[in-house]
């Protein structure tokens, strides 16, 4: 059987060969027009004379042609950006990020959470009707940094007073309701939560968003939607 050496060589190479270069003299059946360069210099091989014996052996020409497609079918490059993309789609699911919004690993618990939240100068034209539909909703849909959460359950709703430091005549300061007449449109309010949530080890989880003091929640009804942060959290033992 005739054997053939495939040579990849840049231009420079190239019209050495042609000019009849003694170093490459002697090369069988070498055919510059058939075979042209595969690499570049794009600032990995600057310049040089590769070989590739391929041709040389039938077994290798059976699983890899000279267009470089494994059996005639399959192009090795696409089949390695292929593998590239498996492997990071795999990367990303087995190894999850870490942040709050990341979705709550394996090996999580699930547990009754209480969470109380406050809602401070909430502007209302009739705060004693925002009160009564509080007290009367089973439910609230709960927002976490615009992102819906789900809903809880309201277990407790308490009215907090408006108060302001009088200073007495001996020198004490005693706390009275605040007269000021636009404090007839806003309301303090303490609301305690409660649902089902995955306990990770770093606290609780509600719809792939850590819950804690601080957090800043958005509480929404038929009538009403506003801000009330965590102030409080429990976490009931089994």
Not at 23 to 28: I, R, V
Not at 89 to 108: H, K, M
Not at 202 to 228: C, H, Q, Y
Request: net charge negative.
């Amino acid at each position: 059987m005739e054997r053939s050496l495939t040579l990849l060589t840049f231009p420079k190479w190239q019209r050495q060969a042609q000019a009849g270069d003694p170093d490459l003299e002697g090369t069988p059946n070498l055919d510059l027009q058939r075979h042209t360069p595969l690499l570049s210099t794009s600032g990995i091989i600057e310049g040089g004379l590769c070989w590739l014996a391929i041709s040389a052996n039938p077994t290798l020409m059976a699983i890899l042609d000279s267009n470089g497609r494994l059996f005639g079918k399959v192009n090795i490059l696409d089949l390695g950006a292929a593998l590239v993309m498996l492997m990071v789609a795999a990367a990303i699911f087995f190894f999850p990020g870490t942040s709050g919004s990341s979705v709550a690993q394996l090996g999580t618990r699930t547990a009754s959470v209480e969470v109380d939240t406050m809602v401070r100068g909430l502007t209302t034209s009739d705060p004693d009707a925002l009160f009564a539909d509080m007290q009367e909703s089973d439910q609230v849909n709960v927002i976490i940094r615009n992102q819906p959460a789900g809903q809880l359950r309201i277990i407790n709703v308490q009215r907090l007073p408006r108060s302001v430091a009088v200073p007495q005549p001996d020198g004490s300061v005693v706390s009275e309701p605040d007269p000021r007449p636009e404090l007839n449109y806003t309301i303090d309010m303490l609301i305690t939560l409660e649902g089902d949530a995955q306990i990770a080890d770093d606290g609780p989880v509600l719809s792939n968003s850590k819950v804690k003091i601080g957090t800043p929640l958005e509480l929404e009804g038929l009538t009403f939607r506003f801000n009330a942060p965590v102030v409080g959290v429990r976490i009931a033992q089994e």
